[in-house]
């Protein structure tokens, strides 16, 4: 059973940082490819950053420069470090996971697992 626990969010005023973390339980997870999203109210959910299986990182041209995406394998931990916090990143973070060894995606269709998500607030 896959499991994936989000914690890290909160509120933070404009231009401060927050680390988002994502504990995964119940697969093997150095072989998965991850990515964090985000969905603000009354809008989609959107791919943020995505980290595959050998560390090749991908992000959205609207947090480069500002996000960066890690994991630890041998915590079975995934990271979103953010600096320079925005009021428009202000959303609901979620982690994702999927078992295609070597693919990274920033779509939301291309993703199995989810987690329940942790809140980010900004205010400007």
């Known amino acids: 059973q896959v499991q994936l626990v989000e914690s890290g969010g909160g509120s933070v005023q404009s231009g401060g940082s927050l680390r988002l973390s994502c504990a995964a339980f119940?697969?093997?997870?150095?072989?998965?490819?991850m990515g964090w999203f985000r969905q603000a109210p009354g809008k989609e959910r959107e791919g943020v950053a995505s980290?595959?299986?050998?560390?090749?990182?991908r992000y959205a041209d609207s947090v480069k420069g500002r996000f960066t995406i890690s994991q630890d394998n041998a915590k079975n931990t995934l990271y979103l470090q953010m600096n320079n916090l925005k009021h428009e990143d202000t959303a609901m973070y979620y982690c994702?996971?999927?078992?295609?060894?070597?693919?990274?995606?920033?779509?939301?269709?291309?993703?199995?697992?989810w987690g329940q998500g942790t809140q980010v607030t900004v205010s400007s």
């Open positions: 994702a996971a999927d078992p295609r060894v070597g693919y990274f995606s920033l779509r939301v269709m291309d993703y199995k697992f």
């Open positions: 119940g697969y093997a997870y150095s072989s998965y490819c």
């Open positions: 980290i595959n299986s050998d560390g090749t990182t």
